[in-house]
């Protein structure tokens, strides 16, 4: 393998030869701030997934070694993120009871199988298959998420028993359950709730007004969840509001990642098949988009294909060490990005901050209230709550509006596995349904100029004897025979027509269903005495036509452009049929 080569696999080849100490003191810097923000991130995500808290520290460790060493952004920070999370627990809760060993292997398994089809994926090229994933589509399910997601952790506000991974069920168990609500963990989640959404919005405005600069103010605007996490501990630890029924953290074991193996067995990677697929392509998503806003303010490439590879990796490593699935965070990227990281080697620092944090700090979050990290959640997944996207769709495109629409409600009603699959289905029907029935406008020539435009929209010069057709989209099998209709349906209401011209600068590609289609309209045209011809064709469509029959039965002719067609046919004599 040459150097070019393995360096496209191993992006670090790349960037490390040009490390500098300018490069370490940024990505240090940004490190140090990543970190403080994800050790309370990274418990609540846990907790979220229905696991003990020190997963979270675990999946954050290796997983973002992995990515610094196969992935392609430069400010990606890889990490349990809250859709993910939410979509491990609706996963694995199916399939082993939270608490039992089982449900922490169905974790890695999970986590194992995302990565593999990752590296999968991107070793075969496959990025593009998540194009199917429409950002209508994506929108709408993370709105829909967010609000499971805070809903679901309203118990830890009250300090109630309540499950359910649907709305209905959500609503239901904590209404059954509100009663016995406990005061002081309910006042915790307040207070820490109305704190850090204070901390989002008031902060840095503050401690800007004190003098500080944009830089300090914006690390300690980060470091907001922090302070919540140390002063709730403290309060718990000093009160002993534990015995007063406050649901607390617990011990959380001191040590680095362990190593661990996925289950294979044959049953659980069958039930977690279609899970795996869908937490795949919705990180990857979520990840590459996040990626290239970031890479496009620095003029840097993100390369999809190697992006996967990257999670896969990540993945991977995460089934290996006490994990669980993770992908690239919007918030701890943006965090990551505007601390100053420089390089990926930013993320493996951080790794190493986790690690210490995971060794030395785990005994100071013992009386850590989980009130308090479910504040966390629900301050976090409000902001990925974008109503307005409802508003936008059904203003712009009905179709997209529907997807959107579908999308929520079948996430909030069946959940979050129903939701995107739901998704997914209606926005390639829509695509097919508006491909069935592609724009053909009848076009006639701008008086004074060479350009054809529709007859409808503009003052046109046409020829009665010459019907020209714009066909605006590739033809396929779906939309072949809608095609033929139109040119049938339209010269058989127009007895004068003796040339139909379609102009092809839109077809971008002819499939065979199509080009048989085309056969039969030149063959019945051919039997109305009408002639059929084609213009504007595109190279790569023309090459693939002149490998055929096609052109030698056409009964008309190929002209390179529509000016070229009229002119010769008006220039033509003419036969009565």
Known sequence: MTAARLARYLPILTWGRTYSRGNLSNDAGAALIVTIMLIPQSLAYAMLAGLPPEAGLYASIAPIILYAIFGTSRALAVGPVAVVSLMTAAAIGGVAEQGTMGYAVAALTLAGLSGAMMLAMGV????????????????????????????????????????????????????????????????????????????????????????????????????????????????????????????????????????????????????????????????????????????????????????????????????????????????????NYDAGADTPAAGAYTAVGLGIAAVALTPLIHFLPNATLAATIIVAVLSLVDFSILRTAWHYSRADFAAVAVTILTTLIAGVEVGVSAGVILSIMLHLYQTSKPHIAEVGCIPGTQHFRNITRHDVQTDAAILTLRIDESLYFANARYLEDVVLDRVTRDPVVREVVLMCSAVNAIDLSALESLEALSARLGDMGIRLHLSEVKGPVMDRLARTHFLTHLSGQVFQSQWDAVTALRAAPRTAA
């Open 124 to 335: 075969l090229r496959l990025g593009f298959l998540a194009n199917f994933l429409s950002h209508p589509v994506v929108a709408g399910f993370i709105t829909a998420s967010g609000i499971l997601i805070a809903l679901g952790q309203v118990k830890h506000i009250l300090g109630i028993a309540a499950s359910g991974d649907t709305l209905p069920e959500l609503a239901v168990s904590l209404a059954a359950n509100v009663g016995q609500t406990n005061p002081v963990t309910l006042a915790i989640g307040c207070v820490a709730l109305a704190f850090l959404f204070w901390v989002r919005r008031g902060l840095n405005p503050l401690l800007r007004r004190w003098g500080l600069g944009v830089g300090l103010a914006g690390a300690l605007t980060k470091a907001g969840p922090v302070l919540a996490v140390v002063a709730t501990t403290v309060v718990v630890w000093g009160l002993g509001l534990a015995e007063r029924g406050v649901g607390i953290v617990g011990t959380v074991p001191a040590s680095l990642p362990p190593l661990t193996l996925p289950s294979f067995s044959p049953a659980l990677i069958g039930q977690l098949l279609l899970p795996a697929l869908l937490i795949s392509v919705i990180g990857f998503v979520e990840s590459i988009s996040v990626a290239q806003t970031l890479a496009a303010k620095k003029r840097q490439r993100i390369d999809p294909d190697q992006e996967l590879i990257g999670l896969g990796a990540a993945n991977v490593a995460a089934s290996l060490t006490g994990g669980f699935p993770v992908t690239g965070g919007f918030s701890r990227s943006v965090v």
